[in-house]
Every structure is written in structure tokens, then in C-alpha cells.
């Protein structure tokens, strides 16, 4: 009577093939977070740069400085591995006291969006930015790996 069974069987290629998985896939993940990213920042900057209408009765001219100068930095953005961050900012002094709600001056508010509001109301937009990156790059991946529907 045998003492036991020995089965011996070489994953190396599995190994292997796992690891040729990952370095295609990461570049695949990335790419389509950094799109979601872009796309956000996209929006945030027009949602922060367009200006309410005019008071009615103002004789105030408007400089037109303060939209335009929403920008966000392509250079800037990143997607590692479980972390995604863009740079949206603008440069004019007085963008405070006009777009932020703590400092905002008494003439603007409830009139020009402000950073705040941007998060309260777009959340759920970029959201679905993010979600649509995540359903594109699984697609992708089941097409790397050429098997079924994710």
C-alpha cells in the first residue's frame, strides 16, 4: 500500500501571466481615472466661472477677470495606485471675498457660485464621472483578458 500521492505542478506561467495582467492593467486603470479627473476639473471650472446675471439698476462694469481665470493644471493631475488628484485654483486676489462662502462680501452672495456650493451640488456628477472610468476600464480589462462580460 503507497504512503501517500506527491502532485507537483508548475505555476510559474500563471505566475507570469498574473504579473503581465497587472503591468497592462494599471496603465489602463490610470488612464481612465485620469480622464474622470479631467472631466471633473473640467466642470468645476465652469460651474465656478460663470457669472450670475447683473444686478438690476448696476452701473458697476464688470472686469470679466474673475471667470476666466478658473483653471486647472493638466500637469498637475495624477492617478496612482488609489489615489487621484487635480488642481483647479484661481489667481485673483479679490476670488475670495466673490466665490468662497466664509469670506464671501455681503453684495455676492446667493448670486455667484461659490467653492462650496460646487461641492454640495456636483458631487453626485463627478461621481458618475468616476464610475463611468471604472465601468470603461473593466471593460478594457475583460477585453485584455479576452473573457466574458465584467
Known amino acids: 500500500m ?3 500521492m506527491h502532485i ?3 505555476g510559474s506561467a500563471l505566475v507570469k501571466a498574473a504579473a503581465a495582467l497587472k503591468a ?3 496603465p489602463i486603470i490610470q ?7 479631467i472631466e471633473s476639473l473640467a466642470y468645476a471650472q465652469e460651474f465656478l466661472a460663470n457669472y450670475p446675471p447683473e444686478p438690476e439698476g448696476s452701473t458697476y462694469t464688470r ?12 500637469d498637475k493631475v495624477s492617478a496612482n495606485a488609489g489615489e487621484v488628484r487635480g488642481l483647479l485654483f484661481n489667481q485673483v486676489s ?5 466665490q468662497d462662502e466664509q469670506y464671501q462680501a455681503k453684495v455676492h452672495r446667493g448670486r ?18 468616476f464610475r463611468a472610468a471604472v465601468d470603461r ?12 462580460k465584467p
Open 112 to 129: 455667484w457660485p461659490t467653492t462650496q456650493m460646487l461641492k454640495r451640488v456636483s458631487a453626485k456628477k463627478m461621481e458618475g464621472f
Open 137 to 148: 476600464a473593466a471593460k478594457a480589462l475583460v477585453k485584455l483578458v479576452g473573457v466574458g
Open 94 to 98: 479679490y476670488a475670495i471675498w466673490v
Open 8 to 10: 507537483e505542478v508548475d
Open 2 to 4: 503507497a504512503d501517500g
Open 31 to 37: 488612464r481612465e481615472f485620469k480622464g474622470a479627473t
Open 63 to 74: 472686469t470679466t477677470t474673475l471667470g476666466p481665470n478658473w483653471r486647472f493644471m493638466l
Open 24 to 26: 497592462s492593467a494599471v
